[in-house]
T-cell receptor, first 117, second 115 residues
């Protein structure tokens, strides 16, 4: 069965420092995608970054990068130069790519990040 | 352009009543997903539409839940005989069929409270 595990319920980081949010996944399918979403207190789910299972390089999007270690089945999110506006819940999610166009997401429990001034 | 919209933003209903939650996806997005997010949890998949048809309804918890998308655009999630355990935020997402990541764009959600 497919599963996403986020073991850090809460994290603190000082403004302008980098922080790593952990995510491990479990699937026996060779083709899958990994996503990170941000959910501020307002509730909307904001897409941050995507990594495909066959991608050779780690994904980067501005201050976000994904540390993809396929053998360890981990997809950690790294946020560089943290800002106060980064305080939010962060969710790791996975979709399978062998189900046609169905890309339903399987989600972790999330990590609450607080950025301190 | 306009994002995914959901109405109402909040719905309070009494146990046993019927509710309808509406989702208006991004224009041109053929895929539409419904998720349910209980307090302190990650979202859980409910149902997936490709066009007008429900291609995957494996996440619907029981037969009190039903969803339609009659014209391949707006979708309505219907819940009969609501129970207190149905209280959650219901999220709708749409995506463009194609592209590398099939990234899903989410609406603001409908917070359902069953009293």
């Amino acid at each position: 069965a497919q599963k996403i595990t986020q073991t850090q319920p809460g994290m603190f980081v000082q403004e302008k420092e980098a922080v790593t949010l952990d995510c491990t996944y479990d699937t026996s399918d060779p083709s899958y995608g990994l996503f990170w979403y941000k959910q501020p207190s307002s509730g909307e789910m904001i897409f941050l970054i995507y990594q495909g299972s066959y991608d050779q390089q780690n994904a980067t999007e501005g201050r976000y990068s994904l540390n993809f270690q396929k053998a360890r089945k981990s997809a950690n999110l790294v946020i560089s130069a943290s800002q106060l506006g980064d305080s939010a819940m962060y969710f790791c999610a996975m979709s399978l790519s062998n189900a046609g166009n169905n890309r339903k997401l399987i989600w972790g429990l999330g990590t609450s990040l607080a950025v301190n001034p | 352009g306009a994002g995914v919209s959901q109405t109402p933003s909040n719905k309070v209903t009494e146990k046993g009543k019927y509710v309808e939650l509406r989702c208006d996806p991004i224009s041109g997005h053929t895929a539409l997903y419904w998720y349910r997010q209980s307090l302190g949890q990650g979202p859980e998949f409910l149902i997936y539409f490709q066009g007008t048809g429900a291609a995957d309804d494996s996440g619907l918890p029981n037969d009190r839940f039903f969803a339609v998308r009659p014209e391949g655009s707006v979708s309505t999630l219907k819940i009969q005989r609501t129970e207190r355990g149905d209280s959650a935020v219901y999220l709708c997402a749409s995506s463009y069929r194609g592209g590398v990541s099939y990234e899903q764009y989410f609406g603001p959600g409908t917070r359902l409270t069953v009293t």
